[in-house]
């Protein structure tokens, strides 16, 4: 298979965390990507599960966390989170949705998905559950001290 190009990074050189959005809505994809990046935060976006796969497999050691949609054609978001637990069984998930079933959202929890942003999406409100779920996430990563 020939080397395909290497998915748009938005903001490359952002200071903050690197954000994989999974969303077949290109509205919500671009709004969430543009509020993101704006904070500094790196981000790549998906259209759909398997463009999200490829993209994992290729970022994997780099994405500090994937927001993926609930409803999405072809593969929704409960598929996609077992694909990426298959790849990663740490896999750093949230998931955001304007419905869900609370079973399916309490399995998804109970396999390790690290948190749920409920649509419709507000600035203040991505940005304050982003932050926090890097922040549980990832720990460490705040509170290191400076060097230098």
């Known amino acids: 298979m020939p080397e395909e190009t ?10 903050g965390e690197l954000i994989m ?8 994809k671009m709004l969430v990507e543009r509020v993101l990046s704006a904070e500094g935060y790196r981000v790549i976006t998906a259209s759909d599960g398997f463009q999200a796969i490829d993209i994992y497999k290729q970022y994997q050691s780099t994405i500090q966390l994937v927001i993926l949609d609930f409803k999405m054609p ?8 077992n694909e990426l637990l298959a790849l990663n069984p740490k896999v750093p998930a949230a998931l955001t ?7 399916q959202l309490e399995a998804m ?11 419709p999406l507000t600035q203040q409100k991505l940005l304050l559950k982003v932050r926090s779920l890097l922040d549980a996430i990832h720990p ?6 400076d060097s230098g």
Do not use: C, H, T, W
Request: glycine share 12%.
């Open 74 to 81: 072809g593969m929704d978001g409960f598929a996609l989170f």
């Open 97 to 103: 949705s304007g419905f869900v079933e609370d079973e």
């Open 140 to 145: 460490d990563a705040r509170n290191r001290p």
């Open 6 to 15: 290497k998915p748009l990074i938005i903001s490359p050189d952002g200071a």
């Open 21 to 28: 959005i999974v969303d077949d809505d290109p509205l919500v």
């Open 109 to 119: 929890l109970a396999k390790g998905l690290r948190g749920f942003i409920p649509k």
